[in-house]
């Protein structure tokens, strides 16, 4: 997706030139493989700094929440989703973006290269033309994979890789993904009985230090004060206790049920490389099968749990 | 080694709401050791923190004076999870409370001198602490001309009203009582913001030191007052506030700069505040 | 001061060895990263690591630690007062820790440790550790130890450093703690050979070390003009505010201090978590007031302290040993290098 650079530039620069928008959110290059890092300007001479390829794994939707200017901002799939929500959710004023599209084919997994250089050190991955393949360089080695095998977990599931709302777009939508089974790793928890969930659920977040990285770069993750944070009452313990710190994550999964878009930045920004994925997975799959629900898909439509219709899913009601 | 997270045992000996809308209350401690009263040794402008187990500590001014034995007074406001919980407890339960922490008023600095107090609001703590101890009488001649000027917002919101109107009575100390407003036809004292009663009560930075306690928006109107009078920035002697929990310097969180408010501070002339970062 | 010699083939052995004198500590493999753990039966050392995920702090001060207990109950005579809670300070050995998370050690202990307050927590298990280092051959890109006060081979805060030759690791004694380990841990003395190859690995080594991280004219810059300074909403409009960089740095210390109630078993503890200036709530006023109140004034703090402030203070160099983890874990990407640079430059 590096290919995309010049005319996300090409566009950035007419916005801010024309004072369509104040400000153009987006990535500037890394200064450490398989990183982008998220960039703001507002002077059309700054255009040469953003970038794009497929390290931008991030959720640029995060910066949107409380501003007030105009702002021109790129948006995946997942991304303008999210966007969406943001809207139905009065984060944002629809007025106030202006949404860059970029049709995604996927972000590449810097775990999954990790370990397939044997975790040896990284110096240099490059994105071949064509963006079939990258290499990898590290100290006396260099390997080329196949972007497609590398794919982040919920790239690879993706069936919504082309922005749903958006006013301007930088290439041609790509084709979407077909025959996904986007679930077999939920429906693998699901079919455990009770105490091997248990145990599951605590080898998984074992190594949990509650740095909130997860919870952070969420842009779901809105509230001026969060759960964990509250004190009259204290909901949950501030330690590393194990209890603590699943009920920490149950919650927040919870908060996001029905809006969820998979985007797949909390899993990829914790830094003890929890699968957060397998919380908020189990309930969007819940949306799914319940309420045939898929989040940020339509500015017109608000969440299952927001409304109430009378043919919603009663079965819980015995 | 000593453990300077544990608290000293105590029990709460009074309790004396302070205010009408009850959001203040003066607890009076007593050690339930006795010698721990003697390690406990303060000085004005010192805080402590009050401890009470399973809900937390709280970083509390000291508003007893050391010149007062056989207890140590802190006059505390309703604001959140620990203080609502301290607020319910009764004479006689125990708690803890850790210290003294933090500096102290400049008391060496201050013999010799006129001194000037400014307290507004519920900062006026550490002021009475101040004042008690310069009227005792062996301190008393150490200090020259001793003005206090302590405004509430309203009559009813005055700490310590008995001892203000006693200290208005006085001739070895000129004290200015003042509410930001009142409909009681009755009231003697003054009427006006606390800065504008500075303004026309300090009459001149002659060898003098000044304390000023209060809200930030008190203190901001009230510098360029007392420095417009002449008083020089060294001079000018305030008491900050900010989250606090291990009161040592350790935790990290209290910090303006490399200063840390619990253990560098609270008490910081402004002459020190205006080469710090404004962290606050 | 000795030096010894053990063969990598015997060397887990030596370890097991040194159970009965320590509470051993080595890096183990845990799916894709290396993290310090006890040396239990079961426990697979594994020395094949540039360095760990989390760095060795928690090994001396541990996430989570109990304060003191407390008993809820009025009928108890020690109702509501705080009691010590019982510690192990039996002798710990840090075993291949990198040279960058032993000095952090000296930076910590400052804050730990000062004429006015000795935290005894810390300081009691500071005092029982030996700290048995491993120089590293192979520092990362993102390593910037050698200009942030230490090296791949330093040796400040170490007991023993080890020289990995290939075959062997050289280990030579610093402390009279060090000598006590390399006692108890048995060992031939090394020979001159040996000594020779591990001189020349950390010459080698310590050679090609890269310019690293600029910070040699913070000192004499002023706190305030840097903490004016115009460009911190642009350093940290990325910020996330989470608290990867704090938690993974050695160098970090800060912490909160929390009550938990049973209620039901009418006791509690008072517990000390690690904390991170970067949280909105590290500095919310009870009245509602926050002093840092947005994300730039954050971030401007967590750089300030460590690349300022700490030099005010002790004027013994940077809060930072140059272990790279901020630089490779920020999930966004912002580079403490990239920033020092910005404020060493800075003219106000």
Known sequence: MIEYTEKIREIAKKLLEEGTVDVFIGYKKGSVPMMNEPVLISDPADVDKLHWDSNCGLNLCNYLTGRKDRIGILATGCNSRNIVTHVIENQIPRENLHIVGVPCTGVISHRAVKRAVKNREITEVVENPGGETFSVKGPGYEETFNKAEFLQLNCAVCTHRNPVEFDSIVAEKVPEQENVEAYKDVEKIESMPPGERQAFFRRTISNCIRCYACRNACPLCYCPTCFVDESKPQWVGKSIDPVDTMTFHFLRAYHCAGRCTDCGACERVCPVGIPVRQFTKKLNKDALELFEWEAGLDLEKRPPLDVYKVDDYNDFVK | ?280 | MSTKIFPKDKWVEVLEGLKDSYKVVVPVKEGDYFNFRPLENGTRPNFDFQNTRLSAKSAIYPQSERMFEYSLDSGDSDAFQMKEAEKDYSPQAIVGIRPCDAYAFQLVRRNFDNPDYQDPWWVKKFETTTFVGLGCNDPCATCFCSSAGCGPFDRKGLDVLLHDIGDAYVAKGLTEKGEEFLQKAGGKDAGKEDIKKAEALTRDVVKKMGPGISADKLKDKKATDLYEAPFWEEVAFACINCGTCTYLCPTCWCFDIQDEVQRLDQKGDRLRNWDSCMFPLFTLHASGHNPRSKKHERVRQRFMHKLKYYIDKYDQGIQCVGCGRCVQFCPVNIDIRQVAEKMNSYEG
């Not at chain 2, 034995?69 to 505390?76: S, Y």
Request: glycine fraction near 8%; hydrophobic fraction near 40%.
């Open chain 2, 1 to 280: 080694m000593d453990n300077p997270y544990l608290p000293y045992p105590v029990r709460i000996d009074k309790i004396v709401i302070e205010t009408e809308d009850r959001n203040l209350k003066t607890f009076r401690f007593v050690f339930l050791n006795p010698e721990d009263e003697q390690k406990f040794a303060y000085t004005p402008g010192q805080f402590a923190e009050l401890s009470i187990a399973g809900q937390g500590e709280i970083p509390i001014g000291i508003a007893s004076s050391p010149t007062e034995k056989g207890f140590v007074a802190f006059t505390v406001n309703k604001a959140g999870k620990v203080t609502t919980h301290l607020h319910n407890m009764k004479e006689g339960d125990v708690m803890g409370i850790r210290g003294p922490l933090g500096n102290w008023y400049p008391w060496e600095r201050m013999e010799g001198k006129n001194v000037v107090i400014v307290g507004a609001g519920f900062a006026f703590t550490t002021l009475r602490s101040s004042i008690v101890y310069m009227l005792e009488p062996e301190n008393r001649p150490k200090f020259k001309d001793i003005t206090v000027v302590y405004g509430s917002r309203n009559p009813g919101m005055l700490l310590y009203k008995d001892e203000l109107v006693e200290w208005e009575k006085r001739d070895d100390m000129e004290m200015h009582i003042t509410v930001d407003g009142t409909d009681d036809p009755d009231w003697k004292y003054n009427v006006g913001f606390v800065p504008a009663i500075t303004e026309e009560k300090i009459k001149s930075a002659d060898n003098a030191i000044a304390i000023v306690c209060g809200p930030p928006i008190v203190i901001r109107l009230t510098q360029p007052i007392l420095l417009n009078l002449g008083f020089d920035p060294e001079n000018i002697i305030l008491s900050l506030e900010n989250r606090m929990k291990c009161g040592i310097g350790m935790c990290g969180r209290c910090n303006i700069g490399e200063k840390f408010v619990c253990k560098d501070g609270p008490v910081f002339s402004l002459a020190q505040l205006q080469q710090m970062p404004q962290d606050y």
